[in-house]
């Protein structure tokens, strides 16, 4: 018999503005679509005008070639904490089933760090402003991860230097 889980929690509200700009990947869970020897991962986020916000993560794969993705994030039912994304093209969002969920679970009050994941547990991403993060704050949203249920057995720690895949390197 399968244990019953409490649901995942957001944070109510985000502001768009502030969360805006470049986070690193410090850590996740391992995910299909992205390669689990991924280095240097960061995901700049862009506000649009219509209330969306433009994802664009990139990383070095693990045949060190830059790899870029863009997406498009919206609020859900007006609850900023609780984002849906696509990364399909944009002439293609309208099939279903092709957004996922991207909640705010925790976030420090100067936007310095934030714990992300998804209400079915299969998705967590730990981001941070700078490359490094210190211990103490990266146990302190590790444990509200695992307050929230989330299996970290399987926790993926990218390797992060600093280094970024520029607009240059990805036209080479």
Same mark, same amino acid.
């Given at each position: 018999?399968?244990?019953?889980?409490?649901?995942? *929690?957001?944070?109510?509200?985000?502001?768009?503005? #502030?969360?805006?700009?470049?986070?690193?990947?410090?850590?996740?869970?391992?995910?299909?679509?992205?390669?689990?020897?991924?280095? /240097?991962? *960061?995901?700049?986020?862009?506000?649009?005008?219509?209330?969306?916000? @433009?994802?664009?993560?990139?990383?070095?794969?693990?045949?060190?070639?830059?790899?870029?993705?863009?997406?498009?994030?919206?609020?859900?039912?007006? !609850?900023?904490?609780?984002?849906?994304?696509?990364?399909?093209?944009?002439?293609? #969002?309208?099939?279903?089933?092709?957004?996922?969920?991207?909640?705010?679970?925790?976030?420090?009050?100067?936007?310095? @760090?934030?714990?992300?994941?998804?209400?079915?547990?299969?998705?967590?991403?730990?981001?941070?402003?700078?490359?490094?993060?210190?211990?103490?704050?990266?146990?302190?949203?590790?444990?509200?991860? *695992?307050?929230?249920?989330?299996?970290?057995? /399987?926790?993926?720690?990218?390797?992060? *230097?600093?280094?970024? !895949?520029?607009?240059?390197?990805?036209?080479?």
């Amino acid at each position: 018999m399968s244990e019953d889980l409490p649901a995942v *929690t957001a944070v109510d509200a985000i502001d768009l503005a #502030r969360y805006s700009g470049l986070w690193y990947e410090l850590g996740r869970l391992p995910m299909k679509w992205e390669d689990a020897k991924a280095t /240097n991962i *960061t995901a700049e986020y862009t506000p649009a005008d219509d209330g969306t916000i @433009t994802v664009d993560n990139r990383c070095f794969g693990d045949d060190k070639k830059p790899t870029q993705s863009i997406g498009h994030a919206r609020p859900v039912d007006g !609850v900023t904490g609780k984002l849906r994304v696509s990364f399909l093209p944009e002439f293609l #969002r309208w099939v279903p089933f092709t957004e996922g969920d991207y909640w705010v679970l925790k976030i420090e009050p100067d936007y310095t @760090t934030a714990l992300v994941g998804s209400p079915d547990r299969k998705n967590l991403w730990l981001l941070h402003r700078e490359p490094e993060i210190d211990d103490g704050l990266k146990a302190e949203y590790l444990a509200e991860a *695992t307050r929230q249920r989330f299996d970290l057995a /399987n926790w993926i720690t990218p390797v992060q *230097t600093g280094a970024r !895949v520029t607009d240059d390197l990805l036209k080479k």
